[in-house]
């Protein structure tokens, strides 16, 4: 998985299906937050009500494959 931040690029070894999953739910939280974030500066952004039900559906199920 490569991550790029300020012109760096960062690789980020997954060695299993599991770290694999957890590595997903983690940027799938922080894209969560950054959307809560921004809705509650703009409550009606009908398109950003629609990205954050995705992303927030994807979550759960992320999560819950990680459980099983």
Request: proline letters at 1%.
């Amino acid at each position: 998985f490569l991550y790029a931040y300020k012109n760096h690029l960062y690789k980020i070894n997954v060695t299993n299906d599991k770290d694999k999953l957890l590595l997903n739910i983690q940027i799938h939280s922080f894209v969560l937050k950054d959307l809560i974030l921004y809705l509650d500066t703009n409550p009606t952004d009908q398109s950003m009500i629609v990205e954050f039900n995705k992303v927030n559906n994807k979550l759960e199920e992320l999560k819950t494959n990680y459980e099983n």
